[in-house]
C-alpha cells in the first residue's frame, strides 16, 4: 500500500486528516476510494504528458535535424512551429484508414494495439519523482523488460499482417533486431540489480543520489561501460537510427508501417517516440541517479516533486535530444553489420560487464570507485 | 481486496486500461472525421506502383529462425539468472561471496559456451557460407 502513489501521498497528515474527516461525515472509509483515484489522476497525467511527450518528440526531432542540416525547420503553425503536432495529428486523424486487399484483418488491427500498449503499460513502474511513479513494484525492472518486448510483437505482426512484401520484410528485419538487442539490454540492466541487489525502481534510485559520484554509471568501470551498452542497445531496440533497418526509408519504403494509414500510422509513430523516452527514463533511472536532488534536498516531502520531476525530465530530455542528434548524424547499418554488433560486440561486453560486477562485489565488498579513492 | 491486489495489479490494470481506451478513441474519432471510400486499386498492397505478384507470405530466409532460437536460449538463461542477481548483495553481505561467486560464475559459463559454440558454427554471422564447411566434411 505505502508503494503506490496514493500511499505516497497518505504519508502527509493533512491528507490523512482530510480523509478521516470525510469518512466520518460520508459514513465509510473513504481510503481505498483515495488510491483508487490517486491511480485514475496519475494515470490519466502521465497519459496526458505521454501524448506531449510523443507529440514534442516528432516537433523536436523535425526542429533539431533542421539545426544540424542548417535549415528552419517548421515555423507556421504557432510560435516557433511548436503547435506543428497538433496539426500533424488533426491531419492524421482525417486521413483515409485503408486496409490493404488481403490483409489479415484481426492482426492488422492489433499490431499498433501492441505498440501502443506495450509502451503504456511500462508507465505504470516508471519513477518520475517520488511521489508520481503508479507503483513501485518489487519486480519493476523485471516487469518492464517483460512488457516493453510486447513493442517487437507488434511491429512483427504488423510486417506480417499487411500482405505487402516491403511490410514483411520490414517486420521480420524488426523481430530479429528487437529480440537480439534484448539480450545486451538485459544483461547490462542485470549488472545494476547485482550492484544494487533489488529489483525495485525506486531502491535503486535511492542508492544513488544527486551528485555524479554517487551515480551507478560512475560506480566501477564495467557499469560506465555498461551504461553505453544499454543505451546503444536501447537505441537499437526503439527501431531509430542508425539501427532503423525495419523501417529504412530508402530500400524498404516504409518497413513494417508500409500499409498503414490514418491514425494507424500516427500511433505507430507515437508509440515509437514514447518509446524512445521510455528507454531514456530508464537509463536515467538505473545509471544517472534518476530523481535525486543533489543531498537528498527535502526528501520525502511533497515540495520536493516538481523539483524532483524536473530533475527526472532534465537527464531524459537530455538523453531524448542525443537520441535525435545521433540520428541526423549518423548513416544507417548494414543487416550483417547489424548483427555483427550485437552478438559479437555488444552480448560479450555486457556478459564481461556482469562478471566484473560480480568480482567487484566480492573483492571490495559493493563500494564504489569513489568510496575506494576516498578511503 | 487484498494489499497484493490493489498494489500490484490495480495500478497495472488501470495503466493498461487507458491504453486501450486511447487506441479504441483514436480509432473512433478517425472514423467519424476521416472518408472511407475503398477501391480496388487503393486497397492493393504497395509495390511501388506495379501490380503484386502472389502474396507476401513467401519464404524468407532462414537466418531469422536461426537468431530466434538463440534469443530463446539467453532470454531463459538471463531470467534464471535474475534470482540469482538480486540476492547475489545479502550474500556477500553474510560473508558468502566468493562462494555465490562461483555458482554464479559457472551459471555465466554456460552462457558463454553457448555462445562460443554458436560463433564456432557461423550462426553469428548473418551471411553464413554454407558450402564452405559442407565440401570440406564430404572430402
Known amino acids: 500500500m505505502e508503494n503506490t502513489i496514493g500511499g505516497f501521498f497518505l504519508k502527509f497528515d493533512f491528507i490523512k486528516n482530510a480523509i478521516a474527516s470525510g469518512s466520518s461525515a460520508i459514513g465509510f472509509d473513504l481510503t481505498m476510494l483515495f488510491y483508487i483515484m ?57 486521413k483515409e484508414d485503408i486496409m490493404p486487399s488481403g490483409a489479415d484483418k484481426f492482426l492488422f488491427y492489433l499490431a499498433p494495439f501492441l505498440c501502443i500498449f506495450g509502451v503504456f503499460s511500462t508507465f505504470a513502474v516508471i519513477p518520475f519523482s517520488e511521489g508520481l511513479q503508479l507503483t513501485n513494484l518489487d519486480i519493476g525492472i523485471f516487469y518492464l523488460i517483460a512488457i516493453a518486448s ?67 554509471i ?43 494509414t490514418g491514425i494507424r500510422f500516427g500511433l505507430f509513430a507515437l508509440a515509437e517516440y514514447i518509446e524512445i523516452f521510455v528507454v531514456s527514463g530508464v537509463s536515467v533511472s538505473l545509471f544517472l541517479g534518476g530523481y535525486n536532488l543533489p543531498g537528498h534536498f527535502l526528501h520525502g516531502t511533497l515540495g520536493a516533486q516538481p523539483l524532483q520531476f524536473a530533475i527526472f525530465m532534465g537527464k531524459t530530455f537530455f538523453l531524448y535530444y542525443v537520441v535525435i542528434w545521433i540520428r541526423w548524424t549518423f548513416p544507417r547499418l548494414r543487416a550483417d553489420h547489424l548483427m555483427t554488433i550485437c552478438w559479437k560486440y555488444l552480448t560479450p561486453i555486457a556478459i564481461f560487464n556482469l562478471i566484473g560486477c560480480a568480482f567487484w562485489m ?14 | 481486496m487484498s494489499n497484493q491486489a490493489l498494489e500490484v495489479f490495480m495500478p497495472i490494470s488501470i495503466m493498461m486500461g487507458i491504453a486501450v481506451l486511447l487506441f479504441i478513441g483514436a480509432l473512433l474519432a478517425a472514423k467519424f472525421l476521416s472518408p472511407f471510400k475503398p477501391n480496388k486499386n487503393k486497397n492493393m498492397p504497395y509495390e511501388c506502383g506495379e501490380e503484386p505478384v502472389g502474396t507476401a507470405w513467401s519464404m524468407f530466409n532462414v537466418r531469422f529462425y536461426v537468431v530466434g532460437l538463440i534469443f530463446i536460449i539467453f532470454d531463459v538463461e538471463s531470467v534464471l539468472m535474475f534470482p540469482v542477481a538480486v540476492i547475489f548483495k545479502k550474500m556477500v553481505s553474510l560473508g558468502l561471496g566468493s562462494y555465490v561467486l562461483i555458482i554464479f560464475l559457472s551459471f555465466v559459463f554456460i552462457l558463454i559456451s553457448g555462445i562460443a559454440y554458436c560463433w564456432k558454427k557461423g550462426d553469428l554471422d548473418w551471411v553464413k557460407s554454407y558450402t564452405k564447411t559442407s565440401i570440406r566434411d564430404a572430402e
Do not use: C
Open chain 1, 218 to 260: 560512475f560506480h566501477n568501470p564495467f557499469t560506465f561501460i555498461g551504461f553505453f551498452v544499454l543505451f546503444i542497445a536501447g537505441l537499437a531496440e526503439t527501431n531509430r537510427a542508425p539501427f532503423d533497418l525495419p523501417e529504412a526509408e530508402s530500400e524498404l519504403v516504409s518497413g513494417y508501417h508500409t500499409e498503414y
Open chain 1, 38 to 94: 490517486m491511480f485514475l489522476v496519475g494515470a490519466v497525467a502521465i497519459t496526458a504528458l505521454l501524448a506531449t511527450v510523443g507529440g514534442l518528440g516528432t516537433y523536436a526531432e523535425r526542429k533539431i535535424s533542421a539545426d544540424i542540416q542548417a535549415r528552419i525547420g517548421p515555423n507556421r503553425v504557432g510560435p516557433f512551429g511548436i503547435l506543428q503536432f497538433l496539426a500533424d495529428g488533426i491531419k492524421m486523424m482525417t
Open chain 1, 362 to 375: 566480492v573483492l571490495f565488498n559493493g563500494k564504489s570507485f569513489y568510496d575506494l579513492l576516498m578511503h
Open chain 1, 150 to 216: 510486447l513493442v517487437g510483437v507488434g511491429i512483427f505482426l504488423g510486417g506480417y499482417a499487411s500482405n505487402s512484401k516491403w511490410s514483411l520484410l520490414g517486420g521480420m528485419r524488426g523481430a530479429a533486431q528487437i529480440i537480439s538487442y534484448e539480450i545486451p539490454v538485459t544483461i547490462s540492466i542485470m549488472s545494476i540489480v547485482l550492484l544494487s541487489g533489488t529489483l525495485s525502481f525506486t531502491e535503486v534510485i535511492n542508492m544513488q543520489s544527486g551528485f555524479p559520484h554517487n551515480w551507478f
